[in-house]
């Protein structure tokens, strides 16, 4: 799994991009690196694009990353949108919605666009790809 954080203070936003084969490590150790990043607040919104990336987390490794973010002070005070294109990435990102405490704080989308009226931060079309 690879991935590419943008922390962008100015506009109160977080955007990743991830490429390759998700796994529960790797969702882990980017998420930690955001946590820990200076940079971040909880109140950011935020842009996960994971077009082109395939999922390996099972059923447990979900729910496991799932606990951690419901009982993080550091994430659900803001809206997050995941733009996906593989059916088990857009299916894993729905199972993940449904079980946040917040379900409203986050939704998946299949393009940029809607990432974008989603949110309402049009800057997003500057560091991700059109569709």
Excluded at 73 to 80: D, K, M, N, R, V
Excluded at 119 to 130: E, G, N, S, W
Aim: glycine share 6%.
């Amino acid at each position: 799994m690879n991935y590419q954080i943008n922390i962008l203070k100015e506009h109160g936003i977080v955007i990743e991009r991830i490429h390759g084969e998700v796994t529960i490590e790797g969702v882990m150790q980017k998420t930690r690196q955001i946590m820990e990043n200076p940079d971040y607040a909880p109140h950011y919104c935020g842009v996960v694009d994971l077009r082109g990336a395939t999922s390996k987390m099972n059923k447990a490794d979900l729910n496991g990353f799932v606990e951690m973010i419901n009982g993080s002070t550091l994430f659900g005070q803001s809206l997050w949108v995941m733009i996906a294109d593989d059916p088990i990435v857009v299916a894993m990102g729905q199972i993940f919605q449904h079980r946040l405490n917040n379900v409203d704080s986050l939704r998946v989308v299949s393009s940029r666009q809607a990432a974008i009226d989603f949110i309402q931060k049009p800057v997003i079309a500057d560091y991700l790809p059109d569709d």
